[in-house]
């Protein structure tokens, strides 16, 4: 079976749309660092580091430290498919994190996007 193309893809190459989307709509770079964190586990350091080796998603969520236990609190739409409903584990990983900064562009309340 043919792997997506999004799980070679670096995580670095990604990254900056995510501050773009962020800065946008006034939101931060930490913003963003928060959200990767609660996610997936890695510390801020983790980040520099994982932006520097240009890490493909599939290692990015491979050795994440820890997947957030609150990950199935993500519900809705992304790139036209729900993101609970998508069966590839590690396309609905990234697609979890899309949505997540989805909703921080959106405006949403940091603790509202962290299911806190």
Known sequence: MKK???FAMSFASVYP???????????????VHTIIIWLTGYT???IDTILETKIDFE???EKAPKLNPNVDKIKGLIC????????????????YLDKLIDELAR??????????
């Open 59 to 61: 290692t990015f969520f």
């Open 80 to 95: 036209g498919y729900r993101v609970e409903d998508i069966e590839d584990p590690l396309m609905q990983k990234i697609r």
């Open 44 to 46: 801020n350091a983790d």
């Open 107 to 116: 405006g949403k309340k940091m603790e509202s996007i962290l299911r806190s």
């Open 17 to 31: 749309h995510y501050i773009t989307k962020a800065e946008k709509k006034g939101k931060t770079k930490e913003d």
């Open 4 to 6: 997506n193309r999004v």
